[in-house]
């Protein structure tokens, strides 16, 4: 499994930490000799933590209603840095308030998932 397409061990950590439902195709394993892998659903291993697809982390970004105002996360590849970029913004999509970056999509999805859920935007369980 390239680990391009999850989120990173330390990202998956954070956000088992905060609460983040265990649901994942993929999941991050501890072995033997300590270090860590990526496995999938059907292998007999013990499971450290989920290894989130952007798919399963785009289930999990909502759009947010703070304060009665309705916002939105989108996700793009952002030609500046080679990489991905994740902005919370207005319903009207004509203020920014919040962005992560990152080189992968999942990485920058999962960081923003993580900053909304440290900053009590998300409260629900997801």
Not at 35 to 43: F, L, N, P, Q, S
């Amino acid at each position: 499994m390239n680990t391009k397409h999850c989120t990173s061990l330390e990202l998956s950590q954070r956000l088992a930490k905060l609460g983040c439902k265990q649901k994942s195709l993929f999941f991050w394993a501890k072995y033997d000799d300590g270090k860590y892998a990526i496995g999938y659903d059907e292998m007999a291993i013990e499971r450290e933590c989920a290894a989130f697809l952007a798919s399963e982390l785009m289930e999990m970004l909502p759009q947010l209603k703070i304060k009665n105002k309705w916002y939105v996360v989108i996700c793009y590849q952002f030609m500046g840095i080679h990489g991905w970029k994740c902005d919370l913004l207005s319903l009207d999509m004509k203020n920014i308030y919040h962005s992560e970056v990152s080189i992968t999509m999942p990485e920058a999805m999962g960081l923003m998932l993580a900053y909304l859920i440290e900053n009590g935007l998300i409260t629900d369980k997801i």
